[in-house]
């Protein structure tokens, strides 16, 4: 077991684990040698509830023996499979091999049915419905955890289906999001833009790009500390997809709205990721995936695809 932090914990969990297995057969050694004077009636002594007296016969051979099997197996399991410490035990076996198996077998049966959607485009299986009806599943398995199973997400999970993409909503972007995942910083940028009041002047300029209600005065103050984040957000506010900054111009706050989320943002700074399902998908499953991700903000009036 790799997560043991030094060996002392390893030999620790093996001789707990011998040593219980060497007192079950030092309780049956003792149990069977042990003799009780019987009474003229062949009884020990013992009585329960008035009547119910205990009888002094030997332990049934059946018992016994099944109690004996019982640690021999014990032995040759762990003699044969993990569990005394860092062990491996002899036959080798781990769980991520016995994952890794399966996987490959299920990869092995389902890859006829993914080989239909080789050739296919993403927008021509966004629109088979065999195609999508994976595509949900595997979604649901996935990426419904952060970004919901209606795929709308929540504060801090992007929605998938508004056409609002801070890397690219193309079907090749959303393939590399999916393929090799993401990392999006914002870095710190108090220090950057000056005193208190001008960190809250500049989250009044950025709610006012948006059309969002703030304070007009506080905002055209603050409309000058903007170049700080011009550089990621472009001097108009409607991000970068090469740098995953987002559109400050749409009225979709990822983080939060208001002056306290964005003096927020302004003064700590963010980390967001996206994993990586490369290792965890396979080619044909991320194309699929791919393609209904993209039919979720495409082909419905009104969704803007950038």
């Given at each position: 077991m790799?997560?043991f ?14 040593a219980?297995?060497l007192?079950c057969a030092?309780l049956?050694?003792i149990t069977s040698?042990?003799k ?9 002594g013992?009585?329960?509830d ?5 009888m002094?016969?030997p332990?049934?051979?059946w018992?016994?023996?099944?109690f004996?099997?019982t640690?021999?197996?014990?032995v040759a ?10 062990f491996?035990?002899?036959l ?10 399966e996987?490959a077998?299920?990869?092995?049966e ?17 629109r ?13 398995n ?5 970004h ?8 801090g999970f992007?929605n998938?289906t508004?056409?609002?993409w ?8 959303i393939?590399?999001?999916?393929h090799?995942?993401?990392i999006?910083v914002?870095p710190p940028m ?13 989250a009044?300029y950025v709610?006012?790009?948006s059309g969002?209600?703030?304070?007009s ?9 903007f170049t ?6 472009g ?5 970068n997809?090469a740098l995953g900054?987002?559109n400050l ?6 983080h939060?709205?208001g002056?306290a989320?964005i003096?927020?943002m302004?003064n700590?700074g963010k980390?967001?990721?996206?994993p990586?399902?490369?290792?965890k998908?396979t ?12 039919g979720?903000s495409?082909g419905?009036?009104g969704?803007?695809?950038?």
């Amino acid at each position: 077991m790799s997560d043991f932090t030094n060996h002392f914990w390893s030999l620790y969990v093996a001789g707990v684990t011998l040593a219980g297995i060497l007192a079950c057969a030092l309780l049956l050694w003792i149990t069977s040698r042990k003799k009780v004077e019987a009474t003229a009636d062949n009884t020990t002594g013992h009585v329960w509830d008035e009547d119910l007296r205990e009888m002094n016969n030997p332990l049934p051979r059946w018992w016994m023996w099944l109690f004996i099997i019982t640690m021999v197996f014990g032995v040759a399991y762990l003699v044969a499979y993990p569990g005394l410490g860092a062990f491996a035990g002899r036959l080798g076996w781990t769980q991520r091999g016995e994952y890794e198996a399966e996987m490959a077998k299920a990869d092995a049966e389902l890859q006829p049915l993914y080989a239909r959607f080789a050739q296919m485009k993403p927008e021509e299986m966004a629109r088979d419905p065999q195609a999508m009806a994976i595509g949900e599943r595997l979604f649901l398995n996935n990426c419904a955890q952060c970004h919901g199973s209606d795929a709308r997400g929540s504060k801090g999970f992007p929605n998938l289906t508004d056409g609002d993409w801070l890397h690219g909503g193309a079907p090749e972007q959303i393939h590399q999001t999916i393929h090799d995942g993401r990392i999006g910083v914002m870095p710190p940028m108090a220090a950057a833009v000056g005193s208190p009041e001008d960190v809250r002047n500049l989250a009044q300029y950025v709610l006012s790009l948006s059309g969002s209600p703030h304070d007009s005065l506080r905002a055209s103050l603050g409309k000058s500390k903007f170049t700080a984040c011009a550089a990621c957000h472009g001097m108009d506010g409607k991000g970068n997809t090469a740098l995953g900054a987002p559109n400050l111009t749409d009225d979709i706050w990822l983080h939060g709205w208001g002056e306290a989320a964005i003096t927020a943002m302004i003064n700590n700074g963010k980390t967001n990721q996206m994993p990586a399902q490369a290792g965890k998908l396979t080619d044909s499953q991320i194309n699929v995936l791919t393609a209904y991700v993209w039919g979720l903000s495409n082909g419905k009036p009104g969704a803007a695809v950038r």
